[in-house]
């Protein structure tokens, strides 16, 4: 349905080395399902869309939120009850959303492995043993989990503890809930590399504390955790890449920010990526709003514009620049995880409700920043690079948030299929 769960389906695909498999198209589709899912889909990214324009927004932000509504957490009590959201899911599983999934996996005596709730949905409905969901967010919804989930051994893996809380609290067995952290890209996770993560970090803090502030403060913490950084020098300036969702939503900040950060870029001190994803009117948006703040003339290792025209070639690229990148200004959605591997976060407004809750799980680990006005992006930003606040960030991030996300669901798999029983 979006970014998020691809993203998560591609690191999980190179984590395990198999394709990924999209349930909303043919051959996993048939053309009346594929038909529902785009209608499903131009539903979502229409109301995401329009709920971040200036004039009636606000009302359509307060659909999204309903439409994507997460009851309280606290006190703890029993949320098992099928929520408005569950109920429609299920008529939908019942005219046929994810039976063609469900036929191959019944075909092929497979296990099956998806980081969206609408096929693990689908599996339950026919009474398929060995299926395993990946959330994709912090906190989640009541449509995740099927209407009687004791009946249905679906397995959870959970990138949070409050996801895992959350999911017992929806009537998941506690058996059946794994705390694995989300999966992020193995080439950027490095697993098994220690040395070379640790000396990626050790640049990337030289650039996003110019001035030795943060340091300073925390080099005792810093000598233990990281030796090298007494050593390593970085000269480039810190690299800020600015992600738009699959649906182009707050694309137009770009517009607002760009005049305010042209003399930091001039002059050296900030380098910039504006990612457009594959989507090429958003790309042609970027690239006219970069000639008319005048830095048409501007090189790429200083300012480019990302966009390819496919899903699998822009997750590659954009996961190249994520190795690169030092500050990521994006909504809080998936990419929220991605500061376990070290990047500060800044934070655009939320859409919906899931975002608001992975945006308040981040900025409690210290590994977040809500945005100041964009128009003035040229002088708060410099501010948090000179006291330390994204260094602060990006280290938070760095020591308190999970990276073997990948990694471990590869283990829980291996494990449901040589001991099902274990788990189920």
Known sequence: MGYGHLRAAAALSSQLGVPVRQVDRPPFASPQEARLWNVLRAAYTGLSRASQVRWGGRALRWVLETVTE?????????????????KLAAVLVRAGLGQEVVRVVQETHATLLTTFFAPALAAAHVGLQRVICVVTDSDIARVWVPSDPKQHPIVYCAPSERAARRLQAYGVPPHRVHLTGFPLPPELVREGDAQAV??????????????GTFRRQFRVELQAALPQLESVASPEPP???FAVGGAGAQASMVREFLPSLAPLLRNGKLRLALVAGIN???????HGWVAEAGLGDAPPEVLRVLWEP??????????QLLGETDILWTKPSELTFFAALGIALVFAPPVGMHEVLNRRWAMERGAGLKQEHPAAAGQWLPDWLADGTLAGAAWNGFRRL???GASRIQELLVQLQSHPQSLL
């Open 239 to 241: 690299l800020l890449t």
């Open 198 to 211: 640790a000396e990626a970090m050790a640049r990337r803090l030289v650039r996003l504390d110019p001035s």
């Open 70 to 86: 997460i009851p309280r957490l606290y006190p703890y009590r029993d949320l098992s009850s099928p929520s408005l959201a569950v």
């Open 280 to 286: 090429a009117e958003v790309a042609q948006r970027f």
């Open 402 to 404: 999970p990276r073997r």
């Open 310 to 319: 496919t899903l699998d070639a822009y997750l590659t690229s954009f996961h």
